[in-house]
């Protein structure tokens, strides 16, 4: 266990599964208590015992977070459970399909808007009075297609776009408030949304997607969790406005540069974090009366 979060109260959205389970599980060994936030479909309730049974300190939410009612029920349920809070996590967030925009259906795109829009608008809204207190900050999920867009899921990266424009708003806004506010933006990760056998990629998309970073390979969410600590640290005290890629130079690669990656760049690091729900990421639209 680390103490690089010692003291402070988290929560983070869509906690149950993929980078969001490592972002959980990197905070507690860095000492912080979490709420594990999530739909009552996602295994919010098993990452929250399996930090408990790791020596940490955890608590399940489940909810929609989109509704400004749920997100305020979040935040109370980390006032009274722990005092406090001090960060919050926008991670939840939603892939749910692959279309040229001809075919891309609506209700994918209501969907989009719902979690990865709103819930971040309800949930940093709910959180903000708290974070004022502590002088918290918020880290929201942006993306590498926030900047670059997405064929195939040009909505997707709309979206992320946003993500990227309403952290930086945030910054600006709240620095009177001595809240900061930032943006980690993957690439291409190892979860259940990159596999054509759990997500909506077909191979094709799933080859180009690794073949199109620097490094020849996706990401860990433990490695992206790594920088959502930083960001959400003391360390981070000066940093506030700012979009950190976390994409294997997926910003800078020019056609299928992964091919000539080195073998030593293209293996997956060893982690430390032992991750059960990593291909678990819900991709599915879900009924509104769930």
Known sequence: MGNRLEGKVAIVTGGGSGIGEAVCKKFAQEGAKVIVAGFPEDPVEEVAQEIQEEGGTATPYTGDLSVLANAKSCVQLAVKQYGK???????????????????????????????????????????????????????????????????????????????????????????????????????????????????????????MVTKGTLMGRRGTPEEVANVYLFLASDEASYVTGAIFPVDGGTLIAK???????????????DGKLKLKHSKESHTSIRSQDK
Do not use: C
């Not at 001090?86 to 692959?98: H, K, M, S, Y």
């Not at 056609?255 to 690091?269: L, R, V």
């Open 85 to 207: 809070l001090d960060i919050l996590v926008n991670n939840a967030g939603t892939f749910p399909e692959t279309n040229m925009l001809t075919d891309f259906t609506e209700e994918a795109f209501d969907y989009l808007l719902k979690n990865n829009i709103r819930s971040a608008f309800a949930m940093s809204k709910a959180a903000l009075p708290e974070l004022q207190k502590t002088k918290g900050n918020i880290v929201s999920a942006g993306s590498e297609s926030g900047a670059l867009g997405l064929a195939q899921n040009a909505p997707y990266g709309g979206t992320k776009g946003f993500m990227h424009a309403f952290a930086k708003g945030l910054a600006a806004e709240q620095a009177q408030k001595g809240v900061r506010s930032n943006i980690v933006a993957p690439g291409p990760i190892d979860t259940g949304w990159t596999h054509k056998e759990t997500g909506p990629m077909d191979s094709q998309m799933e080859q």
């Open 255 to 269: 056609g299928p540069a992964g091919d000539q990656a080195a073998e030593s760049m293209k293996a997956q690091p």
